[in-house]
């Protein structure tokens, strides 16, 4: 499976941005993208990869993003979504999206827990 994150940019603090993730490949012809489970992990300068949200059978958040992210998946363009909203400069940072063949036995939070990875697209929110 081969990811693809897009739609980072350059915004002002209290912005919005909406990035995207496609996922393409053979895998995709064997197996469903609904069966696959998509995270959003991001990486500021100088700090380690953190989680952000993923989407099993439902979607959760760090909590540094809880009401202001909203992920989505259109399973028909093998895409998900992250609605970025009230952005923050401590919201700048490489975003990532990631996926793995779903397993209730991993835990969706975890970035080692995913097997596919996508390049990042950065987002930079100024003050």
């Known amino acids: 499976v081969q990811l693809q994150a897009s739609g980072g940019g350059l915004v002002q603090a209290g912005d919005s941005l909406k990035l995207s993730c496609a996922s393409s490949?053979?895998?995709?012809?064997?197996?469903?993208?609904?069966?696959?489970?998509i995270g959003w992990f991001r990486q500021a300068p100088g700090k380690e990869r953190e989680f952000v949200s993923a989407?099993?059978?439902?979607?959760v958040y760090a909590d540094s993003v809880k009401g202001r992210f909203t992920m989505s998946r259109d399973n028909a363009k093998n895409t998900v979504y992250l609605q970025m909203n009230t952005l923050k400069p401590e919201d700048t940072a490489v975003y990532y999206c990631?996926?793995?063949?779903?397993?209730?036995?991993?835990?969706?939070?975890?970035?080692?827990?995913?097997?596919?990875w996508g390049r990042g697209t950065l987002v930079t929110v100024s003050s």
């Open positions: 990631a996926a793995y063949y779903t397993n209730p036995g991993r835990n969706p939070q975890i970035g080692s827990e995913y097997v596919y």
């Open positions: 490949g053979r895998t995709l012809s064997y197996f469903s993208f609904t069966s696959f489970t």
């Open positions: 989407n099993v059978d439902r979607t």
